[in-house]
C-alpha cells in the first residue's frame, strides 16, 4: 500500500514524466521524498517557481505530454502563475502540484495560507483540492485527462498533513488517451471547395494548428497557386523549402505579407488564431478551418467556417479542388518577399558598416558602431544544427530570430508567443534541453528578460544542461523603445543599467564571452555551439535598430520622426 505522493509521482513516472520542476519545501516534501526514491523521474529544483512553470510548459509544446511543476506553501504557488498563463495561452497540457496548510488550519487565514481552489480559477481548466486519501486515484486521474482534453493547466492542491497518507485504492491510475483527428464535415468542405475554385486570387494564412500538416498545406498552395502566410508558430513545420511562403506578418512582418492580403479576393486561415485584428485585410471572403469552433471568427468576420482538423480536413477538401492555371498573384507575392530578403542580408555582413553605404547609415543609427542583431540571428542560423531547437524572449529578439533564422529540417521554436512574457527564453531552453542533453537547445534572450530569472543560469550548471545562451545586450527594452517612438514619445524608462552579463553568467559557473565586434559573432557562436556544456553569449547590439512594422501607416511614420526630433533635442 502506497501513501498519496507516492502514488501521485509512480503515475507520472509510469506515465513518462521525466522531470518535475519547482522548489521543495513544506507540503511538498513528500511529493519530492517519493521522486528522490523512484527511478526514471528526476527532480530538477530551480530558483524561481516562474522558471518551473514556463520549463514545463515548453516540455509539454515540445512532446505533446504532460509537463510538471511544483509550487509550496503560498507563495510558492503564486509564483507559478505567470508560467502556467503561458501553458494554457499556449495550449500546452500542464500539471502544477501546489501545497497548502494542514487541513485543520485551512480558512483561519494561517500563515503563507491562499486559497489555491479560487487563485487558480482563472488559468487552469480544473482545480481542486485533496484532502482525503480516498479521493485518489480518481482525482489524479480527472487533472491529467481534462489537461491533455482541453490542452491546458490542471492544478491539485496537497495541504500538509495529506501528502503522507495511505491510499487505499492502490489501483494504478490510468490516463485516458487522446482523441483522434477529424475532418470537417463534407457539406463544409464542399462549401469552401465552391469558393476557393471561383476565386481569382486566394491567399492563405497558416498557423501552428496545421504544421505538422505539411504536405496537406503545400498540395493546397500548388493548388490554388496562393502564397503563404506564416504565423510565427508555424515556421516549425512550414518555414523551410517552401516555395509559397512569405514570411509573417504583423509587428515582426514584412512588405509581401500585406501585399498578399491586399492583393487577394479569398483569404483562407487554416489552424490560426492569429491575434492581430488590424492586420486582417477588410472586404475580403474569408475561409476559416478550426479544430476549435471558438476561435473561428473571433479576430475577423468568417464567411465560411471549416471546424475539423487540418490534415485530414485539407486531405478532403484538395481533392475537390481545380488546380489553377495562373500563378500571377503568387509570383507578385514571392517576388516582393524575395526583394525584401535581398534588402535584410545587407545587414547581415559584419562589415556593413565599413562600406560607404553602411558607413552613412550608421551615423544615424549606429554611432556607437555596435553589433547590428541581425548579424548575431544571421550567423546562428547558419551554425546551428538542423535539429536545433530556438527559444526566443518576447520582443526584439523575436524579430530577429523571425526573419533570419530559417526552420529547416527538424529545427522547433518555442516563445511565450502567445501570452507575450518576458523572461521565458530561458526558462524554457531548460525545459526543452532536460528532455535531451545531446540535442543542440539556443536561447536567444533579452536582456531585460534574461535579468528578471537571471539566478535560474544556475540551474543550467547544476542540472548539465548544455544550452547556449544568446544575450542580445542592447541595453534597453527594445520593442517598449520602438513603441514609444512609432507613438511620437521620446524614448523613457527603457534603459538598462546592466552589468557585464558574462562576468555575471561567468560567476555562476557558465562558460560566458561577450562580444562587441561584428567580426568576431561567428567563431564566439560556433566556439559557445561546440562547448559540452552551459554557454552564454553577451553580444553588445545596436539599441536603435529599427524594425519597423510591414508597411508603417503615415502615423506610424511621423511618430518615429517626431519621437526622434525630441531624442536630439532633449538629449544630444
Not at 102 to 121: C, H, K, M, W, Y
Not at 149 to 161: F, K, R
Not at 290 to 301: C, D, E, K, L, V
Not at 463 to 477: A, E, I, K, S, W
Request: glycine residues 8%; contains cysteine.
Amino acid at each position: 500500500m502506497s501513501d498519496i505522493a507516492e502514488l501521485i509521482v509512480a503515475a507520472l513516472a509510469d506515465h513518462g514524466v521525466t522531470q518535475v520542476w519547482g522548489v521543495v519545501g513544506d507540503a511538498l516534501n513528500p511529493i519530492t521524498d517519493a521522486i528522490r526514491r523512484r527511478d526514471g523521474i528526476e527532480w530538477i529544483g530551480v530558483r524561481h517557481e516562474e522558471a518551473a512553470a514556463f520549463a514545463a510548459g515548453a516540455q509539454a509544446q515540445m512532446t505533446g505530454r504532460i509537463g510538471v511543476c511544483m509550487g509550496t506553501v503560498g507563495p510558492g504557488s503564486i509564483h507559478l502563475l505567470n508560467g502556467l498563463y503561458d501553458a494554457k495561452k499556449s495550449h500546452a497540457p500542464v500539471l502544477a502540484i501546489c501545497g497548502q496548510v494542514p487541513t485543520p488550519d485551512i480558512g483561519s487565514d494561517f500563515f503563507q495560507e491562499v486559497n489555491n481552489d479560487v487563485l487558480f480559477a482563472d488559468v487552469a481548466d480544473f482545480a481542486q483540492t485533496i484532502t482525503s486519501p480516498g479521493q485518489l486515484p480518481q482525482l489524479l486521474e480527472q487533472a491529467v485527462n481534462i489537461a491533455y482534453a482541453e490542452q491546458g493547466v490542471a492544478v491539485l492542491t496537497l495541504p500538509g498533513d495529506v501528502g503522507s497518507l495511505e491510499v487505499e485504492d492502490d489501483r494504478p491510475p490510468k490516463f485516458a488517451p487522446q482523441s483522434a483527428e477529424v475532418a470537417a464535415p463534407a457539406n463544409q468542405v464542399a462549401a469552401a471547395a465552391d469558393v476557393l475554385n471561383a476565386a481569382d486570387k486566394v491567399t492563405l494564412l497558416v498557423g501552428c494548428g496545421a504544421a505538422q500538416d505539411r504536405a496537406e498545406v503545400l498540395s493546397l498552395a500548388e493548388r490554388l497557386k496562393a502564397p503563404m502566410v506564416l504565423t510565427l508558430k508555424a515556421k516549425a513545420g512550414l518555414d523551410a523549402d517552401n516555395p509559397y511562403q512569405i514570411g509573417q506578418s504583423g509587428l515582426i512582418g514584412n512588405p509581401s505579407t500585406k501585399k498578399a492580403f491586399d492583393d487577394c479576393d479569398v483569404l483562407f486561415l487554416i489552424g490560426t488564431d492569429f491575434p492581430y485584428r488590424d492586420w486582417y485585410p477588410q472586404g475580403k471572403t474569408v475561409i476559416a478551418l478550426n479544430s476549435r469552433a471558438g476561435h473561428i471568427g473571433r479576430r475577423t468576420p468568417v464567411d465560411h467556417a471549416l471546424v475539423g482538423h487540418a490534415g485530414p480536413t485539407l486531405r478532403a477538401l484538395n481533392q475537390s479542388l481545380s488546380t489553377k492555371e495562373s500563378d500571377k498573384h503568387l509570383r507578385a507575392a514571392t517576388d516582393a518577399y524575395a526583394k525584401w530578403l535581398e534588402d535584410q542580408a545587407r545587414l547581415t555582413d559584419p562589415g556593413h558598416d565599413r562600406k560607404w553605404l553602411g558607413k552613412l547609415r550608421s551615423k544615424a543609427d549606429n554611432p556607437d558602431e555596435r553589433i547590428r542583431p541581425e548579424v548575431v540571428a544571421d550567423a546562428l542560423n547558419r551554425h546551428a544544427s538542423d535539429d536545433a531547437v530556438f527559444t526566443s524572449d518576447t520582443g526584439m529578439s523575436t524579430v530577429w530570430l523571425s526573419r533570419f533564422v530559417q526552420m529547416r529540417g527538424d529545427r522547433k521554436l518555442v516563445g511565450s508567443y502567445n501570452l507575450g512574457s518576458m523572461a521565458n527564453a530561458m526558462p524554457q531552453a531548460l525545459g526543452i534541453q532536460a528532455l535531451d542533453r545531446k540535442r543542440q537547445v539556443i536561447a536567444n534572450c533579452g536582456d531585460g528578460g534574461l535579468m528578471m530569472l537571471l539566478g535560474d543560469l544556475r540551474t543550467a550548471v547544476t542540472y548539465r544542461l548544455p544550452v547556449t545562451f544568446v544575450v542580445y545586450d542592447n541595453g534597453r527594452l527594445g520593442m517598449v523603445k520602438l513603441e514609444q517612438e512609432q507613438g511620437g514619445l521620446p524614448e523613457f524608462g527603457t534603459e538598462l543599467d546592466n552589468p557585464d552579463i558574462a562576468e555575471v553568467a561567468a560567476a555562476l559557473g557558465l562558460r560566458a564571452l561577450q562580444v562587441s565586434r561584428a567580426e568576431d559573432v561567428d567563431s564566439a557562436i560556433q566556439e559557445a555551439l561546440a562547448h559540452d556544456g552551459p554557454f552564454l553569449l553577451d553580444f553588445l547590439t545596436n539599441p536603435d535598430e529599427i524594425a519597423l512594422p510591414p508597411k508603417a501607416t503615415p502615423s506610424q511614420a511621423w511618430g518615429f520622426a517626431i519621437a526622434k526630433s525630441k531624442e536630439f533635442l532633449e538629449s544630444r
